[in-house]
């Protein structure tokens, strides 16, 4: 079964620092770009970052440039998404996606919560 | 890079149509094919609806369709039913810095 499950969210206070996580299942993990889009409570998704196949390309939303770094690694069918000086405005529901071509995120896991508060 | 415009909501009844516009720019829908639309249940993972402006994965009702002119994508679900009942996103490829943008969402009611 082709599955994405997300990890490690949590509560942390503002200024800290979180790994997510994004175990994938079901298919060749590195052949496929990957995503994280988030969604703020009461908000709609965002796109966050993307990471190549191979790693060697990044991008990011501008509102976490500098704080926050994708990587994977392919030899554990792993996605992540290092999170440093955590503002409020990052709490959300964080999803890993597949980027099957050009945007077409065709596979989602459930989603791990972040909450930034004191 | 702002989110692309979506209206709040739309609704139809059972066996009716319903059309979601979504409004970008020339830096983005305008210039690219490359508009997807997800499904999205609350507390669930959202579905890939339709990608490249028109097509539609496996699985994807034929009742679901895309299209798009100049700077607006539009999605319509002819024949609603009870479980298209949800929120829909669109988004847009917005080029080699910024990648990708979503709409702002649309809640979809089936009355």
């Known amino acids: 079964e082709v599955q994405l499950v997300e990890s490690g969210g949590g509560l942390v206070q503002p200024g800290g620092s979180l790994r997510l996580s994004c175990a994938a299942s079901g298919f060749t993990f590195s052949t496929y770009w990957m995503t994280w889009v988030r969604q703020a409570p009461g908000k709609g998704l965002e796109w966050v970052a993307d990471i190549k196949e191979d790693g060697s390309a990044k991008f990011y939303v501008d509102s976490v440039k500098g704080r926050f770094t994708i990587s994977r690694d392919n030899a554990k069918n792993t996605l992540y998404l290092q999170m440093n000086s955590l503002r409020a405005e990052d709490t959300a529901l964080y999803y890993c996606?597949?980027?099957?071509?050009?945007?077409?995120?065709?596979?989602w896991g459930q989603g791990t919560m972040v909450t930034v508060s004191s | 890079q702002s989110a692309l415009t979506q209206p709040p909501s739309a609704s139809g009844s059972p066996g009716q149509s319903v059309t979601i516009s979504c409004i970008g720019t020339?830096?983005?829908?305008?210039?690219?094919?490359?508009v997807s639309w997800y499904q999205h249940h609350p507390g669930k993972a959202p579905k890939l609806m339709i990608y490249?402006?028109?097509k539609r994965p496996s699985g994807v009702p034929d009742r679901f369709s895309g299209s798009k002119s100049g700077n607006t994508a539009s999605l319509t679900v002819s024949g609603l039913q009870a479980e298209d009942e949800a929120d829909y996103y669109c988004?847009?490829?917005?080029?080699?810095?910024?990648?990708?943008?979503f709409g702002t969402g649309t809640k979809v009611t089936v009355l």
């Open positions: 490249e402006v028109s």
């Open positions: 996606a597949r980027n099957w071509a050009w945007g077409a995120f065709d596979i």
């Open positions: 988004s847009s490829y917005a080029g080699s810095n910024i990648l990708y943008v």
């Open positions: 020339s830096s983005d829908v305008g210039t690219y094919n490359y």
